[in-house]
C-alpha cells in the first residue's frame, strides 16, 4: 500500500493556485505558511490518511486534509466576509462532482469520493489584529491503481529533483 496524501495535498494546492482572488488580487495558497506571508492566505494541510477498505484485491484510504482560509485586521477594521468568500471559492473549486475530482492517476491512485466533511470559523481578537480563520476539512477516498507505476513515477522525478 502507497500513502496518497502528499500527492492529495500538492493537488488541492495546484487546483486552488491563481484562482482564489479577495478585491482583485490573488490569494497566495501555501503547504507551510513563509514568515513574511501577507495577507489572507490560504493553508492546505494534510490531517489524516486511514486505510477503508481492507480486501485481498485492492487498497483504499480515506484522506482528510485542511483547507484553512486565513485573514486579519486592525481592531474593527473588517470581519470575517473575505474568509466566507475564499471558503466559497475552494469549495466551487474541490468540492465537485466527479468529473472534477483531483486527478491522481499519473501517482497511480483513483479519487473515487470528495466530501466536505464541514467547515469551522473562528476568532482570534490578538493585541495587534483580530484574525478571522476558516477551517474547511475534505475527505477523499482514494483507491490505489498501480503500485508500480506510482512507485516508478516517484522514483523518476526523485532522479530528476
Known sequence: M????????KAIIAKLNGNVTI?????PIYGRVPTNASYPFIRVYSLSNDETDQNQTSFTSETITRVEC???FTSDDGGELDSNLMVSKCLELLRTR?????????????VYTSVNEGVKYLQDDLSDFTYFRAIIE???KIEQIDAV????SELQNELQS
Do not use: K, W
Request: aromatic content about 8%.
Open 98 to 110: 466527479s468529473a472534477n475530482y483531483i486527478d491522481l492517476s499519473a501517482n497511480g491512485f483513483n
Open 70 to 72: 486565513v485573514t486579519r
Open 138 to 140: 475534505i475527505s477523499n
Open 149 to 152: 507505476g506510482g512507485l516508478q
Open 2 to 9: 502507497l500513502e496518497a496524501i502528499h500527492y492529495v495535498r
Open 23 to 27: 478585491d482583485g488580487s490573488m490569494v
